[in-house]
């Protein structure tokens, strides 16, 4: 479901660039707020985050500065950073807004398509499966952000593709690729995506990818609903 945040345009070939120590920072922070290691209202202190993950303060400033200005960090007077609420209709919302983008792609892409691209796609499922059947985590996670750049890549919608690329920075990967099930279904959902396209039915390819963010969005709400992020008195009511 993921595209990489540290790729710097998913329109084109080009490889994945080194992200900045600031952006890998803030992609780990991210990540903690997403999952709820870290809870709305918790302290977020630049010096122990600092010394946690053996960088200087000044990536840290930096991610924290990215971070509120993506509403996920809050500056409260005389405290410092602290993590800003997070809903389930946040979670609702985010994932809505990428399967829909995701879904205006696949139609536009079942109609340029090529049978070469189609088997591309099926190229990199295959990459996709061999890394679930091996249960190795990190290429999974690279398994899955290649074969949607390699799909994002057809359609030529590459405006689209960047609002896509930005929003799944979101996406908690790891958990995900941590969860066989979670592989399985999406491992499906590719296959089905790949036979619409063979049969040109942009209706079937659209709700395919959109299913993605739509199990994506309840796998991570599911897995949210056994932490304490809504049991927290500052989570707000939905």
């Known amino acids: 479901m993921a595209s990489d945040p540290s790729v710097t345009d998913s329109s084109t070939a080009r490889p994945r660039r080194k992200p900045q120590l600031s952006e890998e920072v803030a992609s780990i922070l991210r990540h903690q707020i997403m999952t709820a290691e870290l809870l709305p209202g918790d302290r977020v202190r630049i010096d122990e985050t600092a010394a946690a993950l053996g ?19 809050l500056l409260a007077p005389h405290r410092g950073y602290e993590v800003a609420p997070l809903t389930r209709t946040d979670i609702d919302d985010l994932f809505w807004l990428q399967g829909e983008a995701a879904a205006r792609i696949a139609r536009r892409t079942a109609a340029v398509i090529t049978s070469a691209q189609v088997d591309d796609l099926a190229w990199a499922n295959a990459q996709f499966r061999s890394a679930l059947a091996a249960a190795d985590t990190p290429a999974l996670t690279a398994a899955e952000f290649d074969f949607h750049r390699t799909h994002n890549q057809i359609s030529g919608n590459t405006k689209l593709a960047w609002i896509l690329l930005n929003t799944t920075r979101y996406t908690p990967h790891a958990l995900y690729a941590a969860d066989p099930d979670w592989g399985n279904t999406t491992v499906e959902l590719h296959d089905a995506l790949i036979a619409a396209y063979r049969t040109g039915d942009a209706d079937a390819a659209a709700d395919c990818i959109r299913a993605e963010f739509t199990d994506g969005a309840a796998r991570l709400i599911a897995h949210l609903e056994t932490t304490a992020i809504w049991r927290s008195p500052s989570d707000s009511t939905n």
């Not at 960088?55 to 990215?66: D, F, I, K, M």
Request: glycine letters at 10%; zero cysteines; hydrophobic letters at 45%.
């Open 55 to 73: 960088v200087s303060v000044t990536p840290v400033r930096e991610a924290l500065l990215t971070l509120r200005g993506e509403g996920m960090m």
